[in-house]
């Protein structure tokens, strides 16, 4: 198998969609843990912002960070968050009402890249 060798804009990307990878996870956390404070703050656009900012971030994540090899574990991820997001975790005492506001922005977070990724691999799977 040839390996393609990547320019300086293309490793510029790939850095730069592993930095909105992890702003992402850190952003789907944070709003998550104090998502009662955020929509306070931002009133009843609140949740647009959200996943507004969730969905751009996993666009860049999904057009320009995963490799051929990374496809399949990425994908897997993806649906074992949706899968785990569909859980009511309300029913957690005392950390239900944390774990499924994160969750569910970790969701939001991951469904746009995979989506892309998953597009791509049909794309390369159509191509050979």
């Known amino acids: 198998m040839v390996q393609k060798k990547r ?4 490793v510029e990307l790939h850095r730069l ?7 992402g996870i ?3 956390l944070v709003v998550g ?3 009662r404070v955020f929509d306070s703050l931002l009133g009843a656009d ?3 912002v959200y996943v507004t900012t969730f969905v751009l971030l996993g666009t860049v994540v999904g057009l320009f960070n995963l490799t051929t090899k990374e496809t399949t574990p990425f994908l897997t991820a993806a649906v074992a968050l949706m899968l785990a997001g569909i859980v009511n ?3 957690v005492y005392g950390v239900g009402d944390i774990l499924r506001p994160s969750l569910s922005n970790i969701v939001v977070f991951v ?3 995979a989506i892309i990724v998953g597009m791509k691999a049909i794309w ?3 191509s050979d």
């Open 7 to 10: 320019g300086a804009f293309g």
């Open 17 to 23: 969609a592993h930095y909105a990878f992890f702003l």
């Open 26 to 28: 850190a952003l789907a």
């Open 33 to 35: 843990v104090f998502h």
């Open 46 to 48: 609140a949740s647009r």
């Open 89 to 91: 975790l309300n029913l």
């Open 111 to 113: 469904v746009p890249g």
């Open 124 to 126: 390369r799977l159509a």
